[in-house]
């Protein structure tokens, strides 16, 4: 279906006699009526476009229109948030000021009225911003190799001073450079350590020295100055050649996404978020050290792999060997199922060295970019 957000992209189909199986998106058509209803339109989905009755019962046989709902937020966005949408109106100097920005707003409105709300209208409108995000996020990743997104999945408590973000850090600045596209739960610890990376992915270590020291001023995102030393930052280097994507949950609102991240498929809904996640880092998935939440995405990733359920098994690869095998001893329970052959099609590896790390996810792409020109 030929989808069209843009006043523009629809003006060269008012000259035509029938038009079917398109999706405009947002558009404010009433300018158009006379056009509109000389055409006749079938099989048509409308979501939140503005119309005269007329043109609603000149569409309404044939097509699908869904109206807007009025919410504090955006139920059909056309594009990928951003950390200009979602913190317009912070200003780092006054930490305070992030409760008027929309991020803060939304999940203000979510907790009150939404989280664990019946109300078929908050329910519906939720799903529909979700499904648009989708179809953004969709969008977006279609610009890459698909066996080039990787995600670094880790826990949102880990401190910007401890050896592990460091070490994202410069997994994520790598595989940047090598062209990999790095995905993350988008929130704060280990998950900003990977967008950190990918902003910084070309710049020289003294710089990237200068980076951590301003960010080790408030190390954990409980900490007031968390999200205006990170503006802070940005401030200093306001442009990036490289994109990320974290995908958030207004879920887990209560954790400031990370603005280091230069495009934010931020859900409503945190199912959809994890399976959507882990779907498409089809180049592999590192487990950096984290707790529950990340213990749950190596289960679904785990299940998704075993059962090929999007087609490929990827790596996951385990950063930290003391931490998954004594603190968090996930790793050997996996490894033993693997050899046993109790749980199949897995790709399973565990090291303390990044250089171990990416030369993995390097071979992997390297063998199934061979299989392709194989078949």
Not at 162 to 189: F, M
Not at 218 to 245: C, G, H, I
Not at 305 to 325: A, E, I
Request: charged share 20%; with cysteine.
């Amino acid at each position: 279906m030929h989808e069209i957000d843009k006043i523009d992209d629809f003006l060269p189909w008012l000259g035509k006699d029938k038009i079917a199986n398109i999706t405009l998106q947002q558009l404010d058509l009433v300018p158009f009526e006379q056009n509109i209803i000389k055409i006749l339109f079938s099989d048509c989905l409308f979501l939140g476009c503005k119309m005269t009755p007329e043109m609603m019962s000149h569409l309404y046989r044939d097509n699908y229109i869904f109206p807007e709902i009025k919410m504090p937020y955006n139920i059909y966005p056309k594009a990928l948030y951003t950390k200009e949408s979602l913190f317009e109106g912070f200003n780092p100097s006054e930490p305070d000021t992030y409760e008027l920005t929309p991020d803060k707003k939304i999940y203000n409105y979510y907790i009150r009225h939404a989280k664990d709300s019946h109300n078929i209208k908050e329910t519906l409108a939720k799903r529909l911003h979700d499904h648009s995000i989708t179809d953004a996020l969709q969008e977006f990743v279609q610009e890459y190799d698909s066996h080039k997104v990787v995600a670094i999945m880790g826990g949102h408590g880990m401190s910007r001073n401890s050896e592990s973000y460091k070490q994202i850090v410069n997994i994520a600045r790598s595989l940047t450079l090598d062209g990999y596209l790095l995905i993350s739960g988008g929130g704060p610890g280990a998950m900003e350590a990977t967008h950190v990376g990918a902003w910084f992915a070309g710049v020289d270590d003294e710089m990237l020295n200068e980076v951590f020291e301003i960010l080790s001023q408030a190390p954990l995102y409980t900490d007031k100055r968390w999200l205006s030393t990170a503006f802070e930052v940005l401030s200093m280097y306001p442009t990036s050649q490289y994109k990320s994507l974290g995908i958030p949950t207004w879920h887990y609102g209560h954790e400031p996404p990370t603005p280091f991240a230069t495009h934010i498929a931020k859900y409503f809904a945190n199912s959809v978020r994890e399976e959507g996640l882990l779907a498409i880092a089809k180049g592999g998935v590192i487990f950096t050290p984290g707790s529950a939440g990340t213990m749950q995405e190596i289960f679904q990733d785990l299940a998704q792999n075993h059962y090929q359920s999007f087609g490929v098994s990827s790596p996951m690869v385990f950063l930290d060997k003391k931490y998954w095998t004594e603190d968090r001893p996930i790793f050997p329970v996996l490894d033993y199922m693997v050899q046993h052959g109790k749980i199949k099609n897995i790709d399973l590896a565990i090291y303390d060295e990044p250089n171990m790390i990416l030369n993995h996810i390097r071979s992997y792409t390297e063998k199934v970019h061979i299989q392709t020109k194989n078949q």
